[in-house]
């Protein structure tokens, strides 16, 4: 396996597996986000996430890296141009390739990804090409619920991979992510399988609350590194940000573990109620989010034993996508919150109602 430099740190080639998380304080504010990254760094993250949407964020950047030791890795959306603006105070840019169709459609993937590869290059940067279920390239076909999407996700990270060979450059790893254990097994399987050569980074997105965020995480990433697969790792929770080092404590619980040879997971399958909601990032549309997906857990125990999964997203940018194949989801927006069922929108509700509004729509299923 190749080796991938991201600041301080080089992945693949043998090295330990590192571990990362992410910041979800506001990127603007300077002196929240430095305090979590060096928090998280502290605590053993090897690499720390951050959020960047506007120019605003991208000026923030550099005051952020002057202040923190952390080796910053750096979230793209749909603006693929900020690439340039962030690069030189990140050590690593993760790009999405279903977000690169999402605007200035007149212009390919391929020459957006040649312009983030630019700015990698340029700034001794890495780079993730981060698949995700909930929001694939649209040219591939979507939603096919008999393999999870499992091929959409493999095309894509090997089509990305394979133009970037092109552009010569190597320093760069790959995620195929789902909130479903056993797509992340299988997907990451067949990727390895294909590019023995690029380092992954593992996770399950959406994991949740714990217990559960844990367990799902476990399942999937057990098997995984008892192969030799993946050279870093999430371990996705949604808690407040004062709470994300608990992502870091259960990814070295998970290594120390199969290390040790103390594997508990097996297959996972859904026989009760799944709840799955993304951890928060500096994207959440209101900071009750966590609380809201704490009310949701808490309302639905009494439908525990029903296998139904409830989608909880905190933004608008992944939320339409991401409850798309729930029977039931919910994403935020800044003062209201959207409801779904089973892909057609309900409703949008304030703060006060949606619980309600779910439980009521829920009974209303059966
Ligand atoms: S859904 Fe939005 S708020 Fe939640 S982690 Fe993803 S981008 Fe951040």
Redo the contacts with the bound molecule.
Sequence with gaps: MRLVRIGTISIGGGNPVAIQS?A?TKTSDIKATVSTCQRLADAGASVVRI?VDSKNDAAALSEIRKQTTANLSV?L?ENYKLAELVAPHVDKIRYNPGHLHHSETQTSWKDKVKFIVQAAKDNNCAIRIGVNCGSLDPTLSQNNKTDKNIDPMIRSAIEHAEFIDTLNFTQYCVSIKSSDPDTVIAANRRFYNIRPDIPLHLGVT?AGLLPEGLIKSRAALEPLLADGIGATLRV?LTVSNNRKEEEIIAGKLILDNVKNGKIYSGSWKQTALNIIS????????NDR?VTLAEQIYEKTRPIQNYPLTIAV???????PG?TDNADFGV??GTNSVNLKHKGTIIGTFSYNEIVTKLLELIKSCF
């Design positions: 992410m979800a959020a979230d959306q959406e996705s993304c951890p928060s990032c500096a994207r959440v549309e989010f997203m905190g933004c608008r940018v992944n939320g991401e994403w935020c």
